[in-house]
């Protein structure tokens, strides 16, 4: 399946701890520069990620923050991984400054939650199904759409990697199984594709029922992202940009919210034979 490999992603992880590390020290980053006796310049890059980490500076950094030596070796190991090319880079040139960092961090996250309340998550697409979306959206160019639904569809192969595939858990309301995106016969082979997904040990879709009329997930569609060697971020898209979720007590909320939606929806089983009926209501 390829490695999913990207640098740019990891030195954003890094860099979000270094910083939180940081702060909770109650360090400035000039005294951070002390430290490394370097630039205020070079923390504030270090911090956003722009810049590599090396792995002595970011021991030097954190045991300068007294961090948990458990912290410090994980960090350390993760400034170690090999520079290897972005996994994305073939198709850099159709995504979004915003979007990026996302691509990259679902790549390198061992497991993800997601919420969607209006269409099926990213993961769970066909190409006839997000290439019906795509053809008429404001975002994305008409020719560009084949190679944003092939970026959609590369993103996916995590969900089958025999070595290392991702975890995935989706709710879904009810109401986006009866949204005929494409027509008939493309959501036929869109709900036959949520069934065979179901079938794998590492996804599990969940059903938002019509009946519940009031759950979590009103606010709108968030995903969680958790890491072997980091900590776990959550992601917020809207129209034409996104907000990552960093804060601990903000991500506990997030998870919060998970497990209730997880709760609310209809168990594994039931979500399966709805996505069953609707596809015996679309015919052979």
């Known amino acids: 399946m390829g490695d999913r490999t990207d640098p740019s992603a990891l030195r954003w992880l890094i860099g979000h701890e270094l910083r939180a590390a940081r702060e909770q020290a109650g360090h400035t980053q000039t005294a951070a520069a002390r430290v490394l006796d370097c630039t205020h310049a070079k923390i504030n890059y270090l911090e956003q990620g722009k810049n590599q980490q090396r792995p002595d500076e970011v021991v030097r950094l954190l045991r300068s923050y007294g961090a948990d030596p458990g912290d410090v070796e994980r960090l350390s190991s993760l400034a170690s991984a090999a520079d290897r090319g972005t996994w994305w880079a073939p198709f850099a040139d159709v995504v979004p400054d915003w979007l990026r960092t996302f691509v990259g961090l679902e790549g390198l996250a061992t497991a993800s939650f997601a919420y969607e309340p209006l269409l ?3 993961l769970l697409q066909t190409r006839a199904y997000a290439t019906a979306l795509l053809a008429d959206a404001l975002r994305v160019p008409v020719v560009d759409v084949d ?3 092939d970026l959609r569809l590369a993103r996916q192969q995590r969900l089958h990697d025999p070595a290392r595939p991702l975890r995935y858990e989706a709710v879904i309301e009810e109401t986006i199984l009866d949204r005929l995106v494409g ?3 493309v959501m036929a082979e869109q709900l036959d594709h949520l069934l065979a997904l179901t079938a794998q040990d590492n996804v599990v879709i969940r059903v938002m029922p019509l ?3 009031v759950h979590d997930g009103l606010d709108g569609e968030f995903t969680l992202l958790d890491f072997d060697a980091a900590r776990s971020i959550g992601y917020v898209e809207f129209q034409d940009g996104a ?3 960093q804060d601990p007590d903000r991500i506990g909320g ?3 919210a998970a497990g ?3 709760a609310a929806a209809l168990p ?6 709805v996505i069953r009926a609707r596809r015996a209501a679309l015919g052979p």
């Open 243 to 245: 907000v990552y979720v």
């Open 268 to 273: 594994e089983d039931a979500s399966i034979e």
């Open 260 to 262: 209730r939606l997880r």
């Open 211 to 213: 009946a519940v009329a």
């Open 147 to 149: 190679r944003v639904v």
């Open 254 to 256: 997030y998870r919060t």
């Open 120 to 122: 099926l998550h990213g």
């Open 183 to 185: 027509g008939e016969a």
